[in-house]
């Protein structure tokens, strides 16, 4: 919970890849849907990650930090840094490819989040073919986890999950196209639940979202 009460949440980013979840966040941002979100950093530890042009197009301060010859501690020993210079309340983990430190979890202990592919405890892991597997397993139904970020690598306290139905003529890339709308849609969720709970919106504003 934040410390006094604020008229904003302030939310850094952290990605590694496209940036579509992301875009989502900024496309609600831009239509006025999350009046109450600052998006005030989009950190990348790769610099050709396409999240840090969507974000700098949106005016979003960015940055890339690069982790060639430092160990994960001294890496997120500097965004910590940039977090608290930049004055995020909360980080989101979306399409973040890197296992994060005590050093960064201790200091967001329950406000850093991470969105996985897969309905956790199933499929936990970065490495994985989630998609693949999900299919070569033959389940019925797929979908997304935000979770808080722990040392247990995906294995921190559930905050939502929104389960997909997996089609008879369901493909690997089918799936990841249904998973990532409900990436969206979570995360969109997720803000406005984080919102309330911080009392920044009340919950007539929560029921009209």
Known sequence: MLSSPVHSLRLAVFASTRGTDLQAI????KAGNLPFLDLCLVLSDRG?????????????????????????SEYDAECLKACRRHGADYIFLIGYMRIVSPVLIEAYRGRIFNIHPSLLPKYPGMDMKVHEEVLRNGEIESGCTLHHVTEELDGGEIFLQEKVEISSAETPDSLKEKVQLAEQRTLIKALH?????????????????
């Open 193 to 209: 639940m984080i919102a309330l709970q911080e009392k920044i919106i009340s919950k007539n504003e929560l029921e009209k979202t």
């Open 26 to 29: 900024l496309d609600e941002k």
């Open 48 to 72: 050709d990650s396409y999240a840090l042009e969507r974000a700098a197009g949106a005016g979003i301060t960015t940055l890339f930090l690069s982790a060639k010859g430092k160990n994960r």
